[in-house]
């Protein structure tokens, strides 16, 4: 069974930054590029970072130039750092396996407002 387990989110400014965390089953980090997902309030899930396995990066344009994912082999962790918030950003926010499995976890909260 597949594992992934969010961290990091909460409340902030906007302009503020967040870090997001997620550990990840072993077998299915090492094996597989990683992304990190978001679902802003009614509307429908979407994948906005990914990392492949060779460490190159995509970004939706929402959030290129603010956002970046990286990835820790040794931890079976991939991190999102989120700057420059902007209400728009405000999401559940999940990671998964690029593309993703259809196991998720409990996603993090993330909400900009003043």
């Known amino acids: 069974q597949v594992h992934f387990v969010e961290s990091g989110g909460g409340l902030v400014q906007p302009g503020g930054s967040l870090r997001l965390s997620c550990a990840a089953s072993?077998?299915?980090?090492?094996?597989?590029?990683m992304g990190w997902y978001r679902q802003p309030p009614g509307k429908q899930r979407g994948l906005i970072a990914r990392?492949?396995?060779?460490?190159?990066?995509n970004y939706a344009d929402s959030v290129k130039g603010r956002f970046t994912i990286s990835r820790d082999n040794a931890k079976n962790t991939v991190y999102l750092e989120m700057n420059s918030l902007k209400p728009e950003d405000t999401a559940i926010y999940y990671c998964?396996?690029?593309?993703?499995?259809?196991?998720w976890g409990q996603g993090t909260q993330v909400t900009v407002s003043s």
């Open positions: 998964n396996a690029y593309p993703f499995f259809n196991s």
């Open positions: 990392i492949m396995r060779d460490g190159s990066t």
């Open positions: 072993g077998s299915i980090f090492s094996g597989n590029a």
